[in-house]
């Protein structure tokens, strides 16, 4: 239990980082004098150095120690974090964003294998899981919370500064609680794999981020394209690797590919409806920031109560019935968020289907983490754990890209059709079909889990 709290404590602070930056980055914009063209590279730089790194840090995890790479990760993370929020220009914090993003994804990957690594009793690990899904939820949403707290009463700065005591907590007892963990025997990094699929990941982050709203341009389509050819020389380095950074059989397993699968939609779908929600209460209900932040608790809370609860279910009624019911919530949840107007009554008309939409992402999350690491080789804990983090990071860009394309374009008919005075209408009009199209994405992801798992009831073991 000691150390399931370690990890859970790394993980509230890097999913609460995420939404602490986004509350402080208009502050931080005016202080450090950040242009318009530079700001979206305080978000980039992050996510571009997370998600390219992931499998590198999992095998790093995996070659060098999870607990040695888990320390690493958190001081190096609550160094970066100290140096951007003492910074004094725009270049400093932005390299130093970048530098979060690195050790992120160092840190992400070891902590998520050593949960999988610490637990072996189907009941224990399906609880582990639902907590480490928990923290995730309570952190995202808490996080705005938190941070328009520390804007309003002390500094953009601390949004930045808090990771350092947290990151300090968690290392001191991590040292003397964590076990350590490794893959036996001799072990080679392999380098190109490790620049190939780096760069692969890079340029389908970049290509998908830059593909909402004009999705055909030319700086969208040679990153996508590099990257599915990158990709496509990973994979042929992978199977002719004697060392593999990624082995391929982790892939092609029915059982995983389908929470891969799932956790990248899973990924699309959240940043979605983060994106839309907070634009539909800013913009259209004219919510200040920290009440958006309220508003969005009932999401966040039925999410964390939930996954506690799937916890202790999975076992009896394993992964693809409560993923598949799970994913039918929450596209429920979103169909009926779908039908918001521009003067809602936010309890009958938003709330109901927030509640639908964090239940059902709660019952299926656990289920997905672990159907993604069971039976995972020893050697190979820290890898897989980076390559389900990655299908989230994957997802969250693309996700992103499709789900705001539509919305744009549903915004850009109505006000052909109905006038362009008619701006609240039709910045609903898109949100609505943002979130219609999030809810078909999870009912593809039911649709996947019914067909794709068939791991039995009390069968998710190492």
Known sequence: MARAVVVLIAELMITMDASLVIVALPSATKALDISIQDRQWVLSAYALTFAGFLLLGGRLADFFGRKTMFIIGLAGFATVSGLAG???????????????????????????????????????????????????????????????????????????????????????????????????????????????????????????????????????DICVVLGLILGAVFILIQRKSRDPL???????????????????????????????????????????????ALALLPFGIAYAVVAVISGRILPRFGPRTLITIGYAI?????????????????????????????????????????????????NDAGIASATVNTSQQIGDALGSAILNTIAIGATATYLVVHGKSEVAAASVAGFSRGFIAAGVLMVIGALISFFMINIKPKALVD
């Open 246 to 292: 990624l082995p391929l059989s982790i892939l092609t397993d029915r059982n995983r590919g389908a929470a891969f699968l799932n956790a990248m939609i899973f990924g699309g779908v959240i940043a979605g409806f983060v994106l839309f929600s907070s634009y539909y209460l800013q913009t259209v209900l004219n919510f200040a920031g920290l009440n958006t």
């Open 86 to 220: 003492l910074a004094t220009s725009d270049l400093l914090f932005i390299l130093a964003r970048a530098g979060q993003g690195l050790f992120a994804a160092i840190l992400a990957p070891a902590l998520l294998a050593l949960v999988n690594v610490s637990f072996h009793e189907v009941a224990d690990r399906a609880k582990a899981f639902s907590a480490f899904a928990a923290v995730a939820a309570v952190g995202g949403v808490f996080g705005l919370l938190f941070g328009g707290t520390l804007v309003e009463f002390l500094s953009w700065r601390w949004c930045l500064l808090v990771n350092v005591p947290v990151a300090i907590i968690a290392i001191v007892l991590a040292v003397p609680i964590v076990r350590p963990s490794r893959a036996e025997g001799k072990h080679r990094l392999n380098a190109k794999s490790a620049i190939v699929g780096t760069l692969a990941i890079m340029f389908l982050v970049i290509g998908f981020g830059k593909a909402s709203p004009h999705p055909f341009n030319p700086t969208t």
């Open 330 to 378: 929450a596209a429920v949840g979103l169909f009926w968020i779908s039908t918001i107007g521009t003067t809602d009554h936010i309890l009958t008309d938003v709330f109901p289907g927030m509640v639908l939409f964090g239940g059902g992402c709660g019952l299926a999350s656990a289920a997905v983490y672990d159907t993604a690491l069971s039976r995972i080789p020893h």
